[in-house]
Nanobody
């Protein structure tokens, strides 16, 4: 069982920046593909960013491309989401997600409790 704990959320003005962190309890953190999702009030949870196990590949939702950067430090069992040029529409609860998968199947899938990000206009 992997426990994920997000931190770094808060209230920021439009145009500002925040850095989210997600710390994993699992010592084998490096085997997990890591993602960030978000959920705004009244909306479905949506994909934000993904980083592969070694950090060699990343991809982003179109809505955040060029503004957000995902990274990871496997030595610290932590994944980050640097968010710049924030917009009011980025307001949401941000969730960390760890996935262990093999071709065609998901072996393990863990979620954090979420951290609130609020961007004022």
């Amino acid at each position: 069982q992997v426990q994920l704990v997000e931190s770094g959320g808060g209230l920021v003005q439009a145009g500002g920046s925040l850095r989210l962190s997600c710390a994993a309890s699992e010592g084998t953190f490096s085997i997990y593909d890591m993602r960030w999702f978000r959920q705004a009030p009244g909306k479905e949870r949506e994909f934000v960013a993904r980083i592969t196990r070694s950090g060699g590949f990343t991809n982003y939702a179109d809505s955040v491309k060029g503004r957000f950067t995902i990274s990871r430090d496997n030595a610290k069992n932590t994944v980050y989401l640097q968010m710049n040029s924030l917009k009011p529409e980025d307001t949401a609860v941000y969730y960390c997600n760890a996935v262990l998968a093999a071709p065609g199947i998901t072996i393990s899938n863990y979620w954090g409790q979420g951290t609130q990000v609020t961007v004022s206009s």
